[in-house]
């Protein structure tokens, strides 16, 4: 917006202080904050979590996140190459030109060892001059430099002799293997790498990961799929579960919330045909939803919106608690006023996790995994991968993972730790060894974790 006019401008034209108008479902164009509406903001490519984060106004706003549902009006504040997303790639820029550091042990001895032989090709090429302005050239065997047409002009040309010997020096003494082998070496593996789906920044990172002696992974995103989905429908006896499901995935198609989103592509794949939305609906911050469906009255939420409401739900808690044991969200459903049922979602495991674990640990590496959520829900998704429940670190905030990965340092461990957070910056600085899981769609690299862990 300029002049009070709505222009569309290349992103190259935006400068800071202009007033954007950002839709569902695109990306933020620069960093700035919310001046006017209400959004859910997925910023998985820098926090690594699932969930999107709810904006309005005076909240910040990072570029290249995506706008999921509402529309939103925002002021730029960073523009071009100050914006966050400019700063990161400028620092994978910088790594890649990293060198290895057995690499530079080369590059120091053989920027010692070639002027070295430089001065002894010179001094022979001297030597043998005057070797030859003397008259001492006869005792060379003239066979061993070339045919006897050769030999001849060398011995008229104390200068040919001379040549040839300095060069002789310059090929058998070149450090050429030294100088070669090793970036060859490093080019190869990342190439390998490359193969694998996995982007190797630097000659460094290569040859620190044969060293890695435990492996810290991030949960979200790396061990988990890093998104909700439907995991379970209960229903109470005499209600059909397919019916449960339909009318609470009707009724949740008047919410925004990625929870309520799991919901309902959980129930269309399972085959469940959804109707409109619902007549009437309302959302309780913290609680829930109730909402008007095909003349039903529906609830959907919490505990506590169940007692708010004077619905029982004592024949539901045995499997309530079983569910939350397994690290699951679980929601109570009550239709008419009685109680219908639950259901459970949650971020799920990767198809390949447990594998790729096991394949860690068969290695001779000690696996860990670390996560902000509660102790219960990390030990479950531990249990579920085959992580021992002496190796979760759970309820450790962004801030402290570096924390963290130093602790295992100080006890010996030559440490990787695995992320796909920008919040784990730190912690992957301050590993041994740090390997990136960008989430999808945002980079191309994302690969299965069953990738990089063979590759060490």
Do not use: Y
């Not at 001065?119 to 070339?146: E, H, N, Q, R």
């Not at 007549?279 to 007692?307: P, S």
């Not at 079983?322 to 929601?331: H, P, R, S, Y």
Request: aromatic fraction near 2%; charge should be negative; charged fraction near 20%.
């Amino acid at each position: 917006m300029r002049a009070g006019q709505e222009l569309d401008l290349p992103i190259e034209q935006v400068l800071v202080g202009d007033e954007l108008i950002v839709r569902p479902g695109e990306k933020i164009p620069v960093d700035g904050t919310v001046l006017t509406g209400r959004s859910s903001i997925d910023e998985a490519m820098i926090t690594g979590e699932s969930m999107p984060i709810e904006k309005s106004e005076g909240d910040p706003l990072i570029g290249a996140t995506i706008n999921q549902r509402g529309l939103l009006r925002m002021r730029a504040t960073k523009v071009g190459a100050d914006t966050m997303l400019a700063n990161i790639i400028r620092m994978v820029e910088q790594a890649q030109g990293s060198k290895a550091p057995i690499q530079r042990l080369a590059d120091t001895i053989s920027s010692i060892f070639v002027p070295i032989v430089l001065v002894i090709a010179f001094l022979t090429f001297i030597g043998w001059t005057i070797a030859g302005s003397l008259g001492f050239t006869g005792s060379v065997d003239m066979s061993t430099m070339g045919n006897m047409n050769m030999g001849t002009a060398a011995m008229s040309s104390p200068w040919m002799i001379a040549i040839v010997a300095a060069v002789a020096v310059l090929v058998v003494a070149c450090p050429c293997a030294l100088g070669l082998a090793t970036p060859t070496a490093i080019m190869v593996g990342t190439g390998k790498g490359a193969e694998q789906g996995i982007l190797i920044k630097g000659g460094e990172s290569l040859e620190r990961i044969q060293a890695v002696s435990a492996v810290l992974l991030d949960k979200t995103g790396t061990i988990t799929k890093g998104k909700p989905e439907l995991t379970d429908v209960l229903a109470v006896p005499g209600i059909d579960q397919d019916e449960l499901l339909r009318l609470t995935a009707e009724a949740e198609q008047g919410s925004e919330h990625p929870l309520a989103t799991a919901i309902v592509t959980g129930a269309k794949s399972r085959g469940i045909s959804l109707g409109a939305t619902p007549d009437d609906f309302t959302a309780l911050v913290g609680r829930g939803l109730k909402a008007q469906v095909e003349g039903h009255q529906v609830l959907v939420g919490t505990r506590i919106l169940m007692r708010e409401n004077h619905i029982p739900i004592n024949m539901l808690d045995e499997r309530l608690e079983i569910l939350e044991a397994q690290g699951k969200t679980v929601m109570l459903v009550a239709i008419d006023g009685h109680p219908a049922g639950l259901i459970a979602v949650a971020d799920t495991v990767k198809a390949d996790s447990r594998a790729a674990i096991e394949n860690l640990q068969q290695q001779g590496l000690a696996v860990w995994m670390i996560t902000g959520d509660n102790q219960r829900t990390a030990q479950a998704i531990a249990a579920q991968v085959g992580i021992p429940a002496e190796h979760v670190l759970a309820e450790v905030l962004p801030e402290d993972k570096t924390n963290q990965v130093k602790r295992l340092q100080e006890q010996g461990l030559v440490v990787a730790f695995a992320g796909d957070g920008i919040n784990d910056a730190p912690a992957l600085v301050q590993a041994d060894a740090g390997i990136a899981m960008e989430p999808e769609p945002i980079s191309p690299w994302k690969r299965p974790i069953s990738r990089w862990s063979k590759a060490i």
